[in-house]
């Protein structure tokens, strides 16, 4: 194994916290990193018809090197998995295949299968134990740590859910490799999310890498990654169930939900792609409200534009919601509190905060004015 070139961060939770490992061949050294978890040597492996092509083999590969024995589920890929129906048919697949408490459900792909499968894990007799092996960029710095699990609804996304913290995490660096370039970009919009809520200079820094990081380069890559994750963690340890802090996480969600939803949460608009754009509104309504200088805010949309992300609603192929659509579609946002919406706003980039004090008709003024922006 190239220990040497694992990184591992740690998400302090007490008796539930658990290492994050990243790096190269994880995927392949998986069975040694997940033997030591299991109470008998078996798991049940869920991953999407893309990831089973590309790496389910050699996890099974690993696994079986290491005793243990695997049965997998594979589920079409992309957001609309992410339902009712394939929650059901999921948990149906678990129990007859006799997963019971003390066994590892294995989620292998990207941040629908994470948390379709970390919600199926949450639910199943009551809670069994789950290993995130993320290979998208999204799901290595975002998505499968800090145990937000759920599916969608058509009332608006991750709406049914549950917290259900994984027992490791193994971040493959080279699974990367075999993303599409699209997805990768959207990926990256929340490794820049970081740099923008909290870290200016981290942002500085994928500034000055941005053409290493799109180039694929794996030291900056692994930097990268291990920079949103000590973030990530951080931010857990401190407030696992966003009772304040982890709010700071959904900078440009409230807008990039929205913009899912009203683009059917079809390919029009992937989550990273909604999430780039959110933030450079979220970034623009700090401009219009006076607490932020129109510069940083220029800055982190051209920062983006330059990752070959989209950035304004007239980068969304085809027709999206009125502004009053738009904002009902916010509405439904899990930080509503007594039908006021949360927004995460910034003062400046590495200084974003949570507030509730955007009034409705400044709220409409703003989305009119997107609208042409
Ligand atoms: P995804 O899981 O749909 O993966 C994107 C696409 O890439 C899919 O088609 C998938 O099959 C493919 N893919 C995955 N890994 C691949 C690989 N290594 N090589 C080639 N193709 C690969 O989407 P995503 O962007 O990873 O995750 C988005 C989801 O994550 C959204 O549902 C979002 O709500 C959720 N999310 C959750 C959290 C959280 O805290 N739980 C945080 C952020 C996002
Ligand atoms: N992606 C937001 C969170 O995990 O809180």
Redesign the pocket.
């Known amino acids: 194994m190239t220990t040497k070139q694992v990184k591992t961060v740690n998400v302090g939770l007490g008796d539930r916290a658990y290492d994050i490992f990243v790096g190269p061949q994880l995927i392949a050294n998986a069975g040694a990193h997940l033997k030591p978890l299991l109470k008998r040597n078996r798991v049940a492996i869920v991953t ?4 089973a092509k ?2 389910l083999a050699t996890l099974e590969a690993s696994l079986t090197a290491a005793g243990i024995t695997a049965t997998h589920y594979i589920l079409p ?3 609309k ?2 339902t009712f129906e394939h929650l059901q048919n999921l948990c149906a697949h678990l129990l007859d295949k006799g997963v019971e408490r003390g066994d590892l459900v294995v989620a292998l ?7 379709l499968t ?1 919600f199926a894990a949450s639910i199943l007799r009551r809670g069994v134990d789950f290993a995130q092996i ?3 960029l ?2 290595q710095v ?2 499968s ?2 145990g ?3 599916i ?1 609804v058509p009332q608006g ?2 709406l049914i859910g549950a917290f259900h913290q994984p027992r490791i995490v193994l971040a493959d660096t080279d ?2 490799q ?3 370039a699209r ?1 990768f970009r ?2 990256y919009a ?1 490794v820049v999310k970081y740099g923008l809520l909290g870290d200016a200079g981290f942002f500085d820094w994928l500034e000055a890498n941005v053409e290493r990081l799109m180039n694929g380069d794996i030291d900056a890559l692994t930097h990268a990654i291990l920079t949103s994750c000590k973030a990530k963690a951080r931010i857990v340890a401190e407030d696992e169930r966003e009772g304040g802090k982890r709010a700071l ?1 959904n900078l440009g969600h409230t807008f990039g939900h929205a913009l899912e939803a009203t683009t059917g949460f079809s390919d029009r608009l ?3 792609e909604g999430v780039a754009i959110g933030m450079v509104m979220a970034f623009d309504l700090s401009v219009q409200l006076g607490f932020c200088s129109g510069q940083d805010a220029t800055r982190a949309a051209k920062h983006l534009e330059k990752a070959g992300l989209p950035t304004r609603l007239r980068d969304i192929p085809g027709t999206i919601g009125t502004p009053q659509e738009l904002i009902d579609l916010m509405a439904q946002d899990k930080k509503v509190v007594d039908g006021t919406l949360t927004f995460i706003l910034a003062r400046a980039i590495g200084n974003a905060f949570i507030t509730r004090e955007v009034a409705n008709s400044d709220l409409l003024t703003f989305m009119t004015a997107q609208e042409t922006a």
């Open positions: 999407d018809e893309n990831v590309l790496h890929a992309g957001e998995t992410k792909g990207g941040g629908v299968i994470g948390d970390g993320p290979t998208t999204l799901a975002d998505s740590v800090g937000k699990t759920g969608n996304k991750n699974a990367i075999t993303l599409p997805e959207a990926g929340e996480l992937i989550h990273g």
